[in-house]
């Protein structure tokens, strides 16, 4: 089993640390502020010239930029302890394995887990399995 990954950034992070506005690294990339809004927040994947732009405006290689990251990790962390609890009882795991699975390596992941625990899981949390976790 492969958790299922999304692209993240730390575009916010670098361009504060400039002290730019979105407005300002918007205009020296040749984008509109909303698109550097929608960077940011995680809801837009940059093209190869907008990211190499990004790269040479921040003096930072790419991979320091954008990573990826498990689906699973902000679903999880964007839960109350009240709701993993609930999570925990619906799939019928302790709680603390739960919060861990947000930090496992894909390696781990296959050892600790089950196809059909996992399935489970993502239908506690409101996704189709292929959502979450590749085979």
Same mark, same amino acid.
């Given at each position: 089993?492969?958790?299922?990954?999304?692209?993240?950034?730390?575009?916010?992070?670098?361009?504060?640390?400039?002290?730019?506005?979105?407005?300002?690294? %918007?205009?020296?990339?040749?984008?509109?502020?909303?698109?550097?809004?929608?960077?940011?927040?995680?809801?837009?994947?940059?093209?190869?010239?907008?990211?190499?732009?990004?790269?040479?405006?921040?003096?930072?290689?790419?991979?320091?930029?954008?990573?990826?990251?498990?689906?699973?990790?902000?679903?999880?962390?964007?839960?109350?302890?009240?709701?993993?609890?609930?999570?925990?009882?619906?799939?019928?795991?302790?709680?603390?394995?739960?919060?861990?699975?947000?930090?496992?390596? $894909?390696?781990?992941? %296959?050892?600790?887990?089950?196809?059909?625990?996992? $399935?489970?899981?993502?239908? %506690?949390?409101?996704?189709?399995?292929?959502?979450?976790? $590749?085979?």
């Amino acid at each position: 089993m492969k958790f299922k990954k999304k692209i993240k950034s730390k575009v916010k992070d670098f361009r504060e640390k400039l002290g730019l506005t979105q407005q300002q690294l %918007a205009d020296k990339i040749g984008v509109s502020r909303q698109t550097i809004y929608y960077l940011e927040k995680g809801d837009y994947n940059p093209s190869l010239t907008i990211s190499f732009k990004l790269s040479e405006i921040f003096d930072e290689q790419l991979d320091m930029i954008f990573y990826q990251e498990p689906i699973i990790k902000d679903l999880l962390g964007n839960k109350t302890l009240d709701e993993l609890e609930s999570i925990s009882e619906t799939i019928g795991i302790k709680k603390i394995k739960l919060i861990e699975l947000k930090n496992l390596n $894909e390696t781990q992941l %296959a050892l600790d887990y089950k196809k059909n625990e996992l $399935e489970k899981f993502s239908q %506690a949390l409101c996704y189709k399995f292929e959502d979450l976790f $590749e085979e």
